[in-house]
């Protein structure tokens, strides 16, 4: 291909993307409304959720979203180390419930739970790898996440674009818990 | 300049002696399996401080062993290991001010082949993988890819998953930049899981484990009166990516996932470790490539990579995803900012003669030059492998300023499979030479001209490379476990194959030469080892190293003769304790061993 051809393959191109970028913004306006309606709708429905005992888990952190994405969650501890779908628990025993897929029947909420977690600093990240409807990028996904930490429950919702992946949607402290750092010794 | 050196020496060498004065206690004693026999080649490895400092000996034939320097009236944690029997740990040993403490130390031997499985390197795990991988252009993928930041084959890669599982991790890897072809990506869920499945993987592993000294040979005399010194430096969530010896005798290194320069004094007895952080330039969570697959405990907001000191001290320092060079003065602990004029994503840097910084641009396909004497900039376009691949790379900058308005992924921080300019050094006579990894070429630019020549080399995947005082480059294979020698007289390479059992299963990230002896030392990146060669001998030696997981990426010498490199698996909590380390290897230099152990004992 010659210099001319190239030029031309690129200004196509570029004349493409482009106009994938203007136009249709009443479309994108009742979308954004849309997907926050269906943020608002998951957040209700992790207000529903049974509350943990008194005696139960200590943390919990769960993610809900809808069936036309595939979310993953993200739960770093204090001692910054992250429980996800690929490494199912922490040294601090934080522990990662099911993966929830594309094809994941039932329930569409992924959750972390630490027993006995230790005090401090609490991360919470989304990431937003597939679509489960072939829809492309960006592809916003809505998404509500809600962290129980004793009587108190930390909330979050938003969305989340397709191959994003939002490294803090929420974080928070827990001041007292249990350290087991001797587990930690020469491990 | 040169005479400020000689003052630093002199300060180096009375910091050693004082050192030593100060750390005059230690450990001593045999180590002995349960029927009193000696055990060779056991790692006694000693831990005190916070954050920690732990020391390593080896053992003799006769098991005795001797760990000195230690801190007086200390308590010390005591772990010894020695693949074939459980690893003996042991809190609160109390070194005293008299001298050496005297502490004999009984090994339990592994029942279960499994343990004894599980001691072994990630590399021989590995191998179980490479061994159904019959097509040489797929193995050189998967080794070069999936290898590309972290062992493959520790325990958190070999655990077995379903098949959609892996499929997530694996689409999430080539987001970070390690993409594998589709059909072979397809292939990898089934073939790890069938490769690490324990009830093939253990029994293929540990065939004459019941005989244990000759299962894992103890190391060789020479390795064995070698000492590892490890500093814990960073937290959970660092990577302490590459680091320096400054001539000053202190160690840099730059922790990319928390943009921190850390400094630290080995003639210190706690260290004294020192944290810079890099100012971020109001940049977001991974910098100017956003946050498509940021590590999740990362702040990444600059991602400091590479260092090196120039002529007057000074550290230079790429900030891979601020897109900026960095030059910190040791002096008021100032930073100042350079902003790259072209490139995406400076990598690895040198200094040259003239006091210049070049560096590899590594997602862009670029190599740079800064004169921070004149302010000139030159950034040179490296050639890519055909057309296609030369639009994409140019296109890299448009999409990187449409993904401010579309949701776009520019390719992941290291390349994926685009060419990246990797390693770069200077040949005696000024000439600037650089690997490009992916596309298994090395190229050499004029330093005056900027006129640039490419040529391929007869292996795959040419990472970091060092010249020697001859002006030989030394180059590692990272896919092709070899260290290769290139004369750029006559164009000729000259390779090597790496002695790491089994063999095939190394992935040297990199090598430095000890250009006082023209001693190569390369990153036994997958094997948890250093490795020497002997360019006048041409003879290998292999120092195990003894913390799990040790990925090393680049290496530097003090004048004492100290290996120096850093342990950067990603991600961290991978390594063995779960924190980042920078280590010391003092090679063939214990003096108390063999002399540690009474006459008729």
């Not at chain 2, 831990?47 to 760990?67: C, I, K, L, M, N």
Request: charged share 25%.
């Amino acid at each position: 291909m010659n210099r001319n051809g190239r030029g031309a393959v690129a200004i196509l191109l570029v004349a493409g993307v482009l106009q994938g970028c203007v136009g249709g913004e009443d479309e994108r306006a009742a979308e954004a409304a849309a997907l926050a309606e269906q943020s608002d709708d998951l957040a209700t429905h992790l207000e529903s959720q049974p509350k943990p005992s008194a005696d139960g888990p200590a943390v919990i952190v769960q993610l809900a979203f809808g069936p036309e994405a595939d979310l993953d969650l993200y739960v770093t501890d204090p001692l910054l180390e992250t429980v996800y779908f690929a490494r199912h628990e922490s040294r601090t025993g934080g522990r990662i419930g099911a993966d929830v897929r594309c094809d994941t029947p039932g329930e569409r909420i992924e959750e972390v739970r630490f027993a006995a977690p230790w005090p401090g600093r609490y991360r919470v990240g989304i990431d937003h790898p597939r679509r489960c409807d072939d829809e492309p990028a960006p592809a916003p996904a809505a998404y509500a996440v809600t962290a129980r930490v004793d009587s108190n429950t930390y909330r979050a919702q938003g969305t989340v674009d397709l191959e994003r992946f939002e490294v803090i949607v929420l974080e928070f402290e827990l001041q007292e818990g249990s350290a087991d750092e001797q587990r930690l010794e020469f491990d | 300049m040169k005479s400020s050196y000689v003052v630093f020496a002199a300060t180096l060498i009375a910091g050693l002696v004082a050192a030593s004065i100060v750390h005059a206690a230690g450990f001593q004693g045999r180590v002995l399996d349960e029927q009193g026999e000696a055990i060779a080649g056991a790692m006694v490895t000693v831990r005190f401080g916070e954050p920690f400092q732990e020391r390593t000996v080896f053992s003799d034939d006769a098991g005795g062993y001797a760990v000195g320097g230690l801190p007086a009236e200390t308590s010390h944690r005591i772990r010894v290991r020695r693949i074939g029997w459980a690893d003996l740990r042991s809190w609160d040993h109390q070194t005293s001010a008299e001298g050496m403490a005297p502490l004999d130390l009984t090994m339990i031997r592994h029942t279960d082949p499994a343990e004894v499985a599980a001691q072994l390197p990630a590399n021989h795990w590995y191998a179980l993988v490479l061994d159904k991988l019959t097509d040489e252009h797929d193995r050189e993928q998967f080794v070069r890819q999936c290898t590309f930041c972290h062992q493959q084959g520790n325990r958190a890669t070999r655990l077995v998953r379903d098949k959609e599982e892996w499929d997530k991790v694996l689409a999430l890897m080539a987001r970070m930049g390690a993409g594998l072809d589709a059909e072979l990506a397809a292939r990898v869920p089934e073939l790890l899981n069938t490769a690490y499945d324990p009830a093939t993987a253990v029994p293929a592993l540990t065939q004459g484990w019941e005989d244990a000294h000759a299962f894992a040979p103890a190391p060789s005399p020479e390795v064995r009166r070698s000492i590892v010194d490890e500093y814990q430096l960073g937290g959970r969530s660092s990577v302490q990516h590459d680091m320096i010896v400054h001539p000053s005798g202190h160690i840099y290194s730059v922790d990319m996932t928390t943009d921190t320069l850390y400094r630290m004094d080995p003639r210190a007895p706690d260290g004294a470790r020192e944290a810079f952080v890099i100012p971020t330039e109001e940049l977001g969570l991974g910098g100017v490539l956003g946050s498509s697959a940021l590590p999740s405990n990362s702040d990444m907001r600059v991602g400091p990579h590479s260092l090196q000191v120039d002529g007057d001290g000074a550290i230079w320092i790429t900030l891979a995803v601020g897109n900026l060079l960095a030059k910190f003065d040791p002096e008021d602990s100032s930073f100042t900012m350079e902003p790259l004029p072209g490139g995406i994503y400076p990598h690895t840097l040198r200094v040259d003669d003239r006091g210049r910084i070049w560096y590899t641009i590594a997602v862009s396909n670029h190599v740079g030059m800064y004169d921070p004497g004149t302010g000139q900039h030159e950034v040179i376009r490296v050639p890519a492998r055909g057309f296609g691949e030369e639009v994409t790379l140019r296109l890299i900058p448009f999409f990187m300023w449409l993904s401010q308005y579309v949701d776009l992924d520019v390719g992941g921080s290291e390349g994926g499979g685009l060419p990246t300019p990797y390693g770069i050094d200077f040949a005696p006579n000024g000439d600037v030479w650089f690997s490009q990894l992916n596309a298994h070429r090395i190229g050499r630019i004029d330093p005056d001209t900027f006129e640039l020549t490419m040529i391929d080399t007869p292996f795959s995947a040419p990472r970091r490379m060092r010249f020697d005082s001859e002006g030989k480059l030394w180059i590692p294979g990272f896919s092709s476990n070899l260290l290769s020698r290139f004369d750029p007289e006559t164009s000729e390479f000259v390779s090597y194959t790496l002695p790491i059992e089994p063999l095939g299963t190394e992935t040297p990230y990199a090598l430095n030469v000890d250009r006082r002896s023209d001693t190569v030392w390369i990153c036994g990146t997958n094997s948890d080892t250093l490795i020497s060669f002997e360019t006048s001998t041409e003879e290998f030696t292999i120092y195990p190293l003894p913390t799990q997981v040790t990925y090393t990426r680049d290496i530097d010498f003090d004048k004492a003769g100290g290996v120096w490199t850093s342990n950067s698996n990603a991600p961290t909590w991978q390594i063995e304790t779960g924190v980042p380390r920078v280590l010391r290897l003092i090679p063939g230099r214990n003096p108390d061993v063999s002399m540690s152990i009474p006459a008729g004992r």
